[in-house]
């Protein structure tokens, strides 16, 4: 607990007598503003309960504080609805992420290469390309498949290149 409070101690007096006096202050200064909110809440809640009362504010204070009789019954009525509301929020949840999922496919395109076809493969990104430069090059042949999505390539002079590619980093070349 002392780590999170600071103190700044004072000497006051002279002889005899020595009155220290310490200011703290919370070390988590962010959770003052949190504090201030919550008490701003707070304050409004009792300015609309005690609007209008004049003088005889006082006399409704405790109104404000206590909790009404039946205040267990509607706290257990809350609960029982918070699960069935965590359930709607669930099924609202999943169907959003099935139409995501369904708009998604429908846009991709499923790259189905054979051995022998002519393809583009993608410019390395760590080699320098400019901003008018061509993103795709080739044509390269399909030499072999190594597994599912991953191909060997060579080029129109029959070199193989040194790794597979994968088909993310290809697309069908038409001439």
């Known amino acids: ?14 002889g005899k007598m020595k009155i220290a006096q310490f200011f703290t202050s919370v070390a988590y200064p962010q ?4 504090t201030e909110v919550v008490n701003r809440v707070i304050v409004q809640a009792l ?9 005889d504010w006082v006399e409704e204070l405790p109104s404000v504080e206590s ?4 205040n267990d019954q509607s706290r257990a009525m809350e609960l029982d609805l918070v699960e069935e509301k965590r359930d709607r929020a669930f099924i609202r949840m999943e169907a959003y ?8 496919n ?14 583009m493969k993608k410019v390395n990104p760590a080699e320098d390309v400019g901003k008018l430069e061509a993103r795709w090059e080739g044509p390269y042949k399909i ?4 597994s599912t999505g991953s191909f060997y390539l060579e080029d129109t002079q029959g070199r193989l290149l040194k ?13």
């Open 163 to 175: 790794r597979p590619w994968n088909v993310f980093n290809l697309k069908k070349y038409y001439a």
């Open 67 to 70: 909790y009404p009789d039946d």
């Open 31 to 34: 959770a003052n503003g949190q």
């Open 1 to 14: 607990m002392e780590d999170s409070f600071r103190a700044k101690k004072l000497h006051h007096g002279a």
């Open 106 to 119: 429908r846009k991709v395109g499923i790259r189905n290469f054979q051995v022998g076809d002519l393809v």
């Open 47 to 55: 300015k609309t309960r005690l609007q209008g009362k004049g003088k």
């Open 97 to 104: 992420r099935s139409r995501v999922m369904k708009s998604y």
């Open 143 to 146: 030499t072999r498949r190594v």
